[in-house]
């Protein structure tokens, strides 16, 4: 049984896909096929970044490789009961420094690579969803990750299955969540004491 919230709406005109990717955690497992896997790296490549540095790298295991379970390993308990089933599993670096200097924006530029990935592979009809639980420290030294670059995220990539064979405290998660409105962020001009 799958918990029900009122579908997704926006209040302006935009591109559907926006509305179509969310984060679910019941996924099938089955094997992503290559020419897509490309296509959702290839979509992060064209990604904005500051001064054009391109600062993101990813570390990705397709299931029932070594290198995704490395890559599981370093993921809380929490969310390994669900990102177990998941056709790849990416950790998504930043250089911390550009041209020498320390970098000011470099997880800003991944988090738009991010962006990229996952709105590509809504399109593509298979979903994503990003795991800031996992332990840093254990996923520097399992993936080998050297001290000029951060850990932004790890991030699952599936087929989203029957959340019947999620735990039960998830079933009633799996769906489509509703956002602030518009006006909650916004203001003209100048600081806002209303935010
Ligand atoms: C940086 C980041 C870290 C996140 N970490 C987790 C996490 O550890 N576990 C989890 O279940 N979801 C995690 N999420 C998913 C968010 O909870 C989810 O994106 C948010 O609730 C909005 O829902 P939606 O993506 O379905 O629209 C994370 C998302 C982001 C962007």
Same mark, same amino acid.
């Given at each position: ?43 992060? *490549? &064209? #990604? ?15 299931? =029932? /490789? @070594? +290198? ?12 390994? *009961? &669900? #990102? ?15 041209? =020498? /200097? @320390? +970098? ?32 840093? /420290?254990? +996923? ?56």
């Amino acid at each position: 049984m799958t918990a029900h919230n009122p579908p997704r709406a926006a209040d302006h005109p935009i591109a559907e896909v926006f509305l179509d990717r969310w984060s679910p955690r019941a996924f099938t497992g089955e094997p992503i096929p290559d020419e897509l896997l490309a296509t959702l790296f290839e979509a992060m *490549r &064209w #990604a904005p970044s500051s001064n054009n540095s391109q600062p993101w790298r990813i570390i990705y295991g397709r299931r =029932g /490789a @070594p +290198a995704f379970d490395r890559l599981l390993g370093v993921i809380s308990e929490r969310n390994q *009961r &669900w #990102a177990k089933d998941a056709s790849v599993i990416l950790a998504l670096l930043s250089k911390r420094t550009l041209q =020498g /200097a @320390p +970098a000011r924006n470099h997880s800003f530029d991944a988090g738009a690579a991010w962006a990229h990935l996952s709105l590509q592979a809504t399109m593509a009809g298979w979903a994503t969803h990003a795991i800031g639980g996992f332990n840093e /420290a254990a +996923a520097r030294a399992s993936l080998g990750v050297s001290d000029d670059y951060d850990i932004d995220v790890c991030v699952t990539i599936g087929r989203r299955a029957d959340p019947a064979g999620l735990p039960d405290d998830l079933k009633p998660r799996e769906m489509p969540s509703q956002r602030n409105k518009a006006s909650s962020f916004i203001s003209e001009g100048v600081f806002s004491r209303e935010w």
